[in-house]
Structures are given as C-alpha cells and as structure tokens.
C-alpha cells in the first residue's frame, strides 16, 4: 500500500514554521520585532476580554502573532516558473498581478497564496514574488550582463526540483518527503553573505538601480522580510523605537478606523549587512541593504465599487501631502489621510448595504428556527432586519500595489524615486509563470455568494426560489 499523503496545509504550515526560525537568527531584529508584537498582542486581548474570547474560540489563540506574508524577487522567467511549481506543493497559487514600475520600482509581482477558506483558516501565509523586469535597464550592455550572470544561478537545489515532480506525478507528498522538501526549499531562500559579482559589477547594477544590485548579485533570492500579524499596528509602530528598532515614516493603507478595511503594513528600515564580493584580486569586503521586518493588520475586502473609493481617496492624500525624506510631514499626511477617508462608511452595514465590502452570510439559529414554523421571505435584505441572516467580514488576504510601492521604497531609500515610462506587461509575466494569475476579486465575489446561497438554503428560501423559477 502506498504511503499516505500529507495536506498541502500542513507543507505550508511546516515551511512558515522553518521560514520563521531561519529568518530570526539570521535577521536577530525581526526577532526583537517578533517579541514587540506578541507583547501588543497580548495586550489588546488583555483589555478586551470579547476580543480574546473570539479567538480562542475559534482555536487561534496560538497563532495570532505566528507569519502571515514574506516577500522575495526574482531574476528570470524560469525561476518564476519553478516558484509556481514549488508552491503548489504548499498549496499556494498566484492571484493578482501587481505592476510596480509606475512607482519606479522595475518588478511586476503576484501573491501566492491559499484560495480556500478552510485553507486559509489553517495557515493564511503567502509570499509577495517580484519578477525583476531586466528591460527597464537603459544600458543595453548593462543589462546583457545582468541577464547572462543570472542565466548561470541555479537557485533551487536538485532535490527540491524531484521532491516537486514528485509531488507532480505523485498527487502529494508523504510525511518524510514533506519534512525534506521544506528543508530543501528553505536552501533558495536563505541568504549568501557572498555576492557572486565583484565589487565592480555590483557598484554598477546599484547605480542602475539598487533592486537591481539585490536581484542580480547573489546566489539565490534571499527572503527579503517576514510580516507577523498584529491586533494593534499604530502601537507597535509607535512602540519600535523602545526597542531600537526604527520603523517607516507612515503605515501604508487606509487610517485606523471602527470598521478595518483591506490592509495595513509598516515596516522597519532595511539593514546594512557585510557581504564579500569575489574578484579577481581575491575578496573585497562591503555592504548590502535588504532585509527588514514588517507588520500587518487586515481588514475587509472591498468590492470594485468599494476598491475604486478607496484608490480615489488614497490618489488625493497623495496628490496633497508628499511624505518627505526622513518622514518629514509624516504628521500632516496621517491627519490628512484619517480626514478624507471619513467618505468611506465606518460601519458593517453601511459597507454591506453599499455594496463596498465583501461578507460572509449565515443563517441563525432564530432563522432556522423560524423557517420551520413557516416560509420566510425571499428577500436577504428583509431576512437580515429581522435577524434571520447573519454577516461577518470576509478578510482582504492579498496585497496593495501603492503599499508595496511604499514599503519597497522606504527600503530603498528616497533618493531611489525614478519613473519608467513603461507599460505594464501582465501577459509577459503570465507567460512566465506558466499560468494566469487568477482574479481576487472574483475570489471573493464567489465566497460571498456560495454563503448565501448556502444560507438561504439553510432558510428554507432557496428552495422556493427554485421553485418560483420553475
Ligand atoms: C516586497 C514589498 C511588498 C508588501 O507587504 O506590500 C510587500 C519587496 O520588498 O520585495 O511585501
Ligand atoms: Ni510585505
């Protein structure tokens, strides 16, 4: 008989698991992050006793603080095509395409990720993957050299790639091959103090740009940062300097509100870190900036309708306070943004009447109740006023192209602000991935509607709609 296979949720969790640990001690103060956020953490649901009960009850207790998003970039077609594969041994596919270089940053990006909702319930951890868009080099022979030194990198062990077939032909995993492949894995996203360029070359890709220089110069794509999720981002954000650690100027996203919508991040400035370059004349000794450490809060997933207000206001704070180098007027741009975002519905239901944000229905146990004495009537709206239909926020589990933008920047420095005139190029990364990059909207849009079809059921009214039809 053949070995029995493991989930893909439990690859998953075992690789956030291993991830987690590797990063800490290469990266000594994302643990120091890590400890700050599980103190707020345990904070907010010390003051509010509620908040506590709903996550134990729904057995999170545990995992509140434990990753939820990591971020790396890669360097060729071919890599992101093996990406595709070695992530779906975890059961993360890609959703969304995220054109960055409008912001002046030369990547496009997915987010793999879970789709299901019991996947995500088990372990919601998924990664930002940039593809670096060589084309965007003027210097035709700047850019020949960056694409033939990474045409020589392998960045996925041989064993990583038959564990991935494996998982191909075989359907799964089992238990023993899971715990290899995520040791495996783990190999192409570790950092190199090395660089496999000289000092020279290096200097050259920074100057055209310093993503460049992080993409080109090293063996593999190191995990460029893990993000932790918190309860309360503006006190861990008000917090890090306590503990020395020096956060962003501003938290990327909408304001803090009654109602959270989508995403908040914030983020703490990349390190400088030693590296050796080889060379001719034996090494040279220097220094790359990279990796940091970032925070996230979620909230609803808007509609397009809700999406579209969201961007027009974003597009205005922006258009009237320009965050400054150092943070200057980071004060202005956080009022500014709490002020004009007072146009977006702070309650549940204004957000749901609205058609602004996704929801999860249910039917209660007063409406089950209910349907049994007799028919209820066919209108959700009518059936939420009198109780009988419940509704919960369904979490934005993907990412913000402006945030990215921002949280890339704050890494690069300010002074890094070029624009490409360019277009976005989604067919080109699709090709490369070897599939679409499937549309979160409509993710949410079917979750939203098979809980009330299935609620409705539960009601007793969809049958009677059914038969109404007929
Ligand atoms: C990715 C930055 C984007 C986020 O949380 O928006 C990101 C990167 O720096 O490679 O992770
Ligand atoms: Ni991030």
Redesign the pocket.
């Known amino acids: 008989m053949p070995h029995a296979f493991v989930s893909t949720d439990h690859i998953r969790s075992l690789f956030t698991e291993a991830m987690s640990q590797m990063y800490r001690t290469e990266v000594p103060q994302y643990g120091t992050l890590i400890e700050l956020v599980a103190d707020v953490n345990a904070g907010c649901l010390e003051r509010d006793p509620a908040l506590r009960e709903r996550f134990a009850s729904a057995d999170e207790l545990e995992r509140i603080d434990i990753e939820r998003?990591g971020?790396?970039?890669l360097g060729t077609a071919e890599e992101l095509f093996t990406i595709r594969r070695l992530f779906a041994v975890m059961g993360m596919q890609a959703i969304g395409y995220y054109d960055l270089s409008v912001a002046g940053v030369p990547v496009h990006s997915t987010c793999f990720r879970p789709i299901d909702e019991a996947a995500l319930n088990v372990n919601p951890f998924r990664v930002?993957t940039?593809l670096l868009r060589l084309e965007l080099i003027e210097d035709e022979s700047l850019r020949r050299e960056a694409e033939a030194i990474l045409a020589a990198r392998r960045i996925y062990t041989p064993r990583a790639i038959a564990l991935i077939e494996r998982h191909e032909q075989n359907g799964g995993l089992t238990e023993a091959e899971a715990s290899e492949f995520v040791a495996e894995a783990l190999e192409t996203f570790r950092w190199h103090g090395e660089a496999t360029v000289s000092a020279e070359t290096y200097k050259r890709l920074h100057d055209a740009h310093r993503l460049i220089a992080d993409v080109v110069s090293f063996k593999g794509p190191h995990i460029?940062?893990l993000?932790p999720r918190t309860l309360d981002i503006d006190a861990v954000q008000a917090r890090m300097p306590e503990r020395g650690i020096t956060p962003k100027a501003v938290i990327e996203g909408p304001p803090r509100r009654q109602c959270d919508i989508l995403l908040r991040?914030t983020s703490f400035k990349a390190l400088e870190e030693a590296i050796v370059f080889s060379g001719d004349e034996g090494t040279v000794q220097g220094t790359h900036t990279a990796r940091f450490g970032?925070i996230?809060q979620r909230g609803v997933a808007l509609t397009a309708k809700g999406r579209a207000l969201y961007d027009r206001l974003l597009a205005s704070v922006r258009g009237e306070v320009q965050v400054g180098a150092g943070g200057a007027k980071a004060g202005a741009y956080d009022q500014e943004l709490a002020e004009r975002f007072k146009a977006l519905p702070d309650g549940w239901d204004e957000l749901r009447k609205q058609d602004l944000a996704f929801f999860r229905y249910s039917a209660t146990p007063a409406g089950i109740a209910a349907a049994v004495a007799g028919p209820l009537p066919r209108d959700p709206e009518a059936l939420v006023a009198k109780g009988y239909l419940a509704f919960a926020p369904i979490v934005y589990e993907d990412?913000?192209p402006v945030?990215?933008a921002g949280?890339?920047q704050s890494?690069l420095g300010t002074d890094q602000q070029q624009n490409y005139a360019t277009r976005s190029n989604r067919d080109a990364f699709e090709t490369a991935l070897g599939a679409t990059a499937q549309d979160e909207l409509a993710l949410y849009a079917e979750r939203q509607a098979a809980s009330l079809e299935a609620a409705m059921e539960a009601l007793g009214v969809a049958g009677l709609q059914l038969r109404t039809l007929a």
């Open positions: 998003h971020a790396i970039r930002f940039s460029n940062h993000t991040q970032e996230e990412f913000l945030s990215a949280i890339f890494n």
